[in-house]
């Protein structure tokens, strides 16, 4: 059996929102803790630390990942994204905060990063997501306002608006 | 709800994380997709002093089928597993199975071994592979040794892993033509664990006579557990409807459930003998059929 | 048939009358969503300052039992640790928890020598972060002496059990037996008389975000800032700073965004000692957030955990004439609310129905669970479902068809106001016409169809029926009536707002409520841009701290809608008025020929003559003397909206006096599968319709409306505190107290018909809670109506898997 060792901090060099970081990160800190901490990125809720709720969603290399079931040191050369990466700095909100806007996706917003977030993980993927691709990507997600309904026809909408955008590009 | 301190180690290759793991034993954890691991040490259920992350470790990441053999190295992510054509026309159970667990961003970190590895009495994956005949590839500094799941699960969360071993792979026979495999399960909210769950594995022979059944049940026992007298009740009847329901009312023969808030133990009994009837009936009725439809 | 002599006259004159109404009705989008939308608001997790400390709790893992010793030498002696205090060493920083019961149930939030239920905090630790804090919490070492405890709250109520407090004689912390109307007469002359005993469980609100506070003491000028998810900022912070023990003057409580209340955040006052304690202990900010464990076990937030012994007696054709309800409530450990949710209870417990009498005969048994709070419905709900349960038990029981035997009992359309038997008033409705949109609304015939079909096959269709009041707008009688001799009659429940137009005319809005996860910026620009003609858009809206706000209670009890559109009109009114006279000053005419327009004052009949806001504006800044000469200067206005009608209860308390009186109506048609074999339930589509009078703006009442059915569908179905023997509690975290997903939620259609209110602003009444109000009842109708061939009967919900199984085994059916 070994002796007891002392945690060494972990230097992990992460992009979060497109921002380079070179930190040194206790082992323990969860990726949730580091964004609202040190990284000042409030955005990213925190409902249960135990991975049922979805509220600290964020993208981890592209994909929907609980913050909370994550060590900031195992993301060394990671990129990350969180809710504020969404927005414009004018204000102008993404397609997808734009239709949970229109359609009410959301009441106190507490779940709403967790949401966004992953719904924009689907919305890579799929163009034009049913709701039931929108259940079985944000099935893990609890919110406990607004029943849920008007946040798939969200999504549902954002996939629609942003399809729009795409083709008008090409 | 926060971790307590502990030392992270992130080996690159396999030999470097075995000589950790031998060299911490049991002050040691394997970390692999952290979404049973890390919700226990946020809870402080468990507090490692060090903690071995594995996901860097070159190869692990492997699903491959050679020689009838399936096989999905440590650091497969269930959802990549769920979605592999390879686990869809060779172990269609798995992939069933796989998509009761959890939800798909869980399932996009979690690992199918890590979930044997964790040993779960409710979980699906370990079930399936007991059902599936399966292996567990156990590897320390000392060597390989291979594990019939039968063998592996030794209680709630607990397997016969000795301290400086881990597991490297799954191993599964791939389902041939006329087998037939069905998963169902009940939990009381989607992605949740199941209150109990039935993984078949059902064989028609020529002459249309049961052969081979495998049947393994979780939520019903301290570990994933088979559920034999079903099993002998089923092998060589004509897997008509008074056989699948003669088998069905022996699933819960021998078992003695765990009871939490989600289920007391009658009432897992009960949803042994229900699910087992539905879970025959549909592995008969696939393995009837030209292709093993999921 | 009763009558209501005290009613008010009208509501304000010169309303917009509908149809000429502009912004009010509309769905206008939220003002709140971009900076939630964006991850700006600043939730109280999110708040922090300059050395600023994390606290974390340390809860008893046993229900009961004597604190023996405790030692927190190895946790003081970890780095980073700030402060660790045991109750004893709290209480020598804060005061107790103020509490609102008559009876002497002392509770401070750090326990003492003893604690009663499982997760009551036993220390309480600041840190530089909060992995430190937990660390400190596990390094204490308490040993303690373990003591019996008290689960079964009938079982509780024996003279001879484990007593939870000393300074009481017994369990039953208050036992009161009310009748209204003739109720043995009633009884006697009855055709049929039905009876449940059902029981309504516990549950707790769990909104998404925990609570929290952030606690700053300055010990030199001994002032303490708080931020926090409470909204009683700008209501009771006196009451807080006592706690605090901070002279009231010298508090100040700052709102932040909340993440979800749904009625459990009004006090958190545990949460406020503990932050107070630590950062008195320590000198410095401390913020203590509860994690998910500490919400769920000890929180305040559990709502109403009863048994009903209830009897309905009917006439022969189907008219009801009483009701009993004898009801047996365990409270847990503490009594903070008194029996508060049976004053709220009293509101509508005869339903929509004329039933002539009522018996209404209470225990508050106190036992080793964590006390409980307040929870949507706040004590409204278990009544509804009851009572619902009764009518379908009738119709059963009686073959009248249930839509049938509620139409025959409904309160007409023109016996409005009208005056239940506990003395509430109903201001407006029509009960019949909500119904019979339902059924349509549903297309009955078809799902029966369906059922039928669906039947060949061996399978289990439900069509579920429930109606429902929705008493809106609480005066604070209902805390302390049911006390002959309450310590606090108090009968206040204002709600605020100030606005004031600048010199360039810029509307701006101060609420005294919170952000609370409802739309007050939405709703107040609304009610502005109603009274000047403006686009809502253009208009701010902040929100006042408790150094600034004036008088408001805040959301709760489905009132904010109402009491912010009363206030908001008020002073918008005071301002327009100020402004005419300025304008007509100007344009030297009489105010009674200047009217507002789009936002312009202009000559009636001569549009040509006009003056903009901001010309208004400029003069009353800065031109004093070209405005009327008793003006002053500024265009500012508070204004405080009283409870726009309520009366006092009677001495006697025959009668309870009106104090809930905005009734909105509800009918609910849920259509569920169920898997006899398995007990799963399976909802299949549900339909709403639902009256809250003139809607305000129909997308955020309807998104209200589909919330309040999710958690109803989580009460009828998922959601359930469970205690082992020896009071464990079974369920702390939320993979064992389950709240619906979205794949537990079916289509939700809403409608709504509109029969505005008298007695309010516009005709406005609530609409926060009927969701969940109706919906666990409904359920249960359509799990009835699924089974109806095995002779089912739902009186204890949720209606688990196992639940089901064991209901239709009991049956005889199933496997
Ligand atoms: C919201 C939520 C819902 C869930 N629902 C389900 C569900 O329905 N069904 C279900 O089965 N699971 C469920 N889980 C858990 C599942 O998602 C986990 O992924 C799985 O249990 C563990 O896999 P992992 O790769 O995450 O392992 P980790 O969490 O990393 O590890 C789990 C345990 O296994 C050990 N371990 C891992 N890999 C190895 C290895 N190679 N060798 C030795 N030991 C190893 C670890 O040391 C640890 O003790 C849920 C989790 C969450 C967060
Ligand atoms: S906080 Fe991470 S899933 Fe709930
Ligand atoms: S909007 Fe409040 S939790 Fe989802």
Redesign the pocket.
């Known amino acids: 059996m070994s002796e007891v060792v002392t945690p060494e901090k972990v230097r992990i060099r992460i992009t979060v929102n497109d921002t380079a970081h070179d930190l040194l990160v206790e082992p323990r800190t969860l990726l949730a803790d580091l964004l609202r901490g040190e990284l000042e990125l409030t955005g990213t809720h925190v409902g249960c630390e ?3 709720c979805g509220a600290c969603t964020v993208l981890v290399d592209g994909a929907a990942t ?1 913050s909370c ?1 994550v060590f900031a040191a195992q993301l060394d050369g990671a990129t990350v994204r969180t809710v504020e990466s969404l927005a414009g700095a004018d204000g102008t909100l993404h397609p997808i905060q734009q239709a949970f806007h229109e359609n009410h996706g959301l009441q106190c917003g507490f779940c709403t990063p967790g949401m966004l977030m992953g719904a924009c993980e689907l919305l890579e993927r799929t163009t034009a997501p049913e709701p039931d691709d929108v259940r079985e990507a944000l099935g ?1 997600n609890l919110c406990r306002c607004t029943g849920y309904q008007n946040i798939v026809k969200s999504v549902c909408a954002a996939g629609a608006a942003l399809a729009t955008e795409r083709n008008g590009q090409a | 709800m926060k971790p307590a301190a502990f030392a992270y180690l992130a080996p690159r290759d396999l030999d470097e994380a075995l000589d950790q793991l031998a060299e911490h034993g049991a002050d040691a ?12 040490m946020n809870a402080r259920l ?1 507090s490692p002093a060090v903690v071995v992350d ?1 996901n860097r470790v070159a190869g692990l990441d492997a699903l491959e089928r050679h020689n009838g053999t399936l096989r999905l190295g ?1 650091t497969v992510r ?1 959802r990549t597993s769920e979605l592999s054509p390879d686990v869809a026309a060779h172990a269609p159970l798995l992939a069933e199975a796989g998509a ?4 798909a961003p ?2 996009s ?3 199918v ?3 044997v ?2 040993a ?1 009495p ?4 370990p079930t399936a592979l007991l059902a599936l005949d399966g292996r567990v590839v156990v590897r320390s500094r000392s060597g390989e040794r291979t594990v019939e799941a039968d063998d592996f699960f030794t209680g709630p969360f607990t397997t016969s ?1 000795a301290p400086g ?4 792979a799954v191993e599964v026979p791939v389902t041939t033509a006329g087998t037939g495999t069905a998963f169902v399960e009940v ?1 009381r909210r989607h ?4 209150v109990c769950g039935v993984a078949a594995t059902v064989t028609r022979g020529d002459d249309g006579r049961v052969g081979a059944t495998r049947i393994a049940l979780c939520g019903a026992g301290e570990r994933p557990v088979r559920a034999r007298a079903a099993e002998d009740a089923l092998t060589g009847s004509d897997g008509g409807t008074d056989a699948v329901a003669e088998a069905a009312a022996r699933a819960s023969e021998g078992l003695s459930p765990i009871a939490d808030c989600h289920g007391s133990a009658d009432f897992r009994r009960h949803l042994a003998r229900v699910l087992t009837g539905r879970a025959l009936r549909t592995a008969i009725d696939r393995a009837a059929g030209e292709a093993n439809d999921v | 048939m009763s009558t209501v002599e005290d009613r008010p006259t009208t509501a304000t004159t010169g309303s917009p009358r509908e149809g000429e109404r502009r912004w009010i009705g509309r769905s206008v989008a939220r003002k709140e969503d971009p900076k939630l939308l964006a991850g700006r608001a600043t939730y109280v997790g999110d708040v922090m300052l300059p050395g600023m400390l994390y606290g974390a709790v340390l809860g008893s893992p046993h229900a009961h039992a004597r604190i023996v010793s405790i030692d927190t030498s190895a946790a003081e002696a970890i780095p980073g640790v700030a402060a660790v205090l045991t109750g004893a060493q709290a209480a020598e920083l804060v005061n107790p928890m103020p509490a609102f019961c008559a009876e002497p149930v002392p509770q401070t939030a750090v326990a003492i020598e003893r604690v009663r239920y499982p997760g009551e905090a036993v220390a309480i630790v600041a840190a530089t972060d909060r992995y430190i804090a937990e660390d400190a919490c596990a390094a204490i070492r308490v040993e303690y002496e373990v003591l019996p405890a008290v689960v079964d709250p009938e079982a509780a109520m024996a003279a001879d059990a484990t007593r939870i407090h000393e300074t009481l004689d017994s369990n039953v912390a208050f036992h009161r037996v009310l009748d209204f109307g003739d109720v043995e007469g009633d009884l006697a002359r009855a055709h049929t008389i039905v009876r449940t005993r059902a029981r309504w469980h516990r549950m707790c609100a769990s909104p998404m975000e925990t609570a929290g506070a952030v606690a700053s003491w300055n010990p030199f000028d001994k002032s303490m800032t708080v931020y926090s998810n409470s909204n009683f900022h700008n209501f009771l912070p006196w009451a807080f700073a006592g706690m605090l023990g901070v002279s009231t003057n010298r508090m100040r409580m700052i709102p932040c965004a909340v993440g979800g209340s749904f009625g459990s955040k009004h006090f958190i006052t545990k949460v406020l000692a503990i932050a107070g304690a630590l950062t008195k202990a320590t000198g410095k900010p401390v913020q203590y957030m509860e994690d998910r464990v500490d919400n769920i076990a000890a929180n305040d937030n559990v709502g109403c955990d009863r048994i009903y012994d209830a009897e309905l007696a009917l006439a022969e054709d189907g008219e009801m004439l009483g009701l009993t309800l004898k009801i047996v409530d365990d409270y847990g450990a503490y009594f903070q609310f008194a029996h508060g949710q049976h004053g709220n209870a009293m509101a509508q417990p005869t339903g929509p129905y004329r039933i002539g009498s009522l018996r209404y005969d209470v225990s508050c048994v106190l036992t080793n669970k964590v006390q409980q709070g307040f929870f949507r419905g706040a004590g409204a709900d278990p009544g509804n479902f009851v009572l619902e349960r009764l009518v379908d038990k009738a119709s059963e029981v009686m073959g009248i068809d249930r839509a049938e035997i509620r139409r025959r009992n409904f309160i007409a359309p023109e016996q409005f106001p009208f005056k239940t038997p506990p003395g509430n008033v109903y201001d407006s409705g029509n009960y019949a016409a909500v119904l019979d949109r339902a059924l349509e609304l549903a297309g009955i015939d078809d799902w029966r169809a369906e059922q039928e079909r669906m039947r060949a096959e061996g399978r289990y269709l439900g069509i579920g029926l429930a109606t429902c009041q929705e008493r809106t707008g609480y005066n604070a009688s209902e805390w302390w009536f049911l006390y002959d001799n309450p310590p606090l009659p108090a009968t206040s429940t204002p709600e605020s707002v100030k606005i004031d137009v600048d010199a360039m005319g810029g509307v701006r809005v101060e609420v005294g409520c919170p952000l609370w996860g409802n739309s007050p910026e939405t709703v107040v620009s609304q009610v502005v841009a109603e009274e000047f003609g403006i686009d809502p858009a253009d208009v701010s809206v902040t929100y006042a701290d408790s150094t600034t706000g004036a008088m408001s209670a805040g959301p709760g009890g489905s009132r904010l809608t109402i009491m912010l559109s009363g206030a908001t009109r008020g002073a918008a009114r005071t301002i327009r008025d100020k402004m005419i006279r300025i304008a007509a000053h100007a344009m030297e005419m009489d105010p009674a020929d200047v009217e507002c327009v789009d936002g312009t004052f202009r000559a009636k009949g001569a549009p040509g003559t006009s003056m903009s806001m901001a010309d208004i504006g400029m003069r009353a800044a800065l031109f004093f003397h070209s405005t009327p000469e008793d003006e002053s200067s500024g265009l500012v206005a508070v204004h405080t909206y009283d409870h726009p009608y309520s009366t006092p209860p009677s001495d006697d308390r025959k009668d309870m006096g009106a104090f809930y009186p905005m009734v909105s109506h509800a009918c609910h048609i849920p259509i569920v599968e169920v898997d006899v074999e398995t007990g799963l339930v399976t909802l299949r589509a549900y339909y709403a319709v639902n009256d809250c009078g003139t809607v305000m703006n129909p997308t955020l009442v309807e998104g209200q409306i589909v919330g309040g059915i999710v958690q109803g569908i989580g009460a009828a179905l998922m959601e359930e505190y469970r205690y082992g023997e020896d009071g464990a509690l079974d369920t702390p975290t939320f993979r064992e107290y389950l709240m619906p997903s979205m794949h537990e939620v079916p289509e939700i259609v809403v409608e709504h018909l509109e029969t505005p209110s008298p007695f309010t602003e516009y005709g406005v009444k609530g609409a926060g809670e009927g969701g969940r109000l109706v919906a666990p009842t409904a359920i249960a109708s359509a799990v009835d109506d699924a089974l109806k061939p095995l002779g089912v009967w739902v009186d204890e919900l949720p209606m688990t898997p196992e639940r089901v199984v064991n209901l239709v085994q009991g049956a005889g059916g199933g496997s």
């Open positions: 135990q991975g049922v609980r079931l893990g | 954890r394997v970390l692999a997709g952290g979404q049973s691991l890390v919700r226990l468990a594995i440590a269930q009761h667990v959890a939800h869980v399932r970190r979690g690992t071994v890590g979930s590895a964790f779960d409710s979980a699906e994956l892993l071993e881990m597991v490297v939990a992605g949740d664990l199941p």
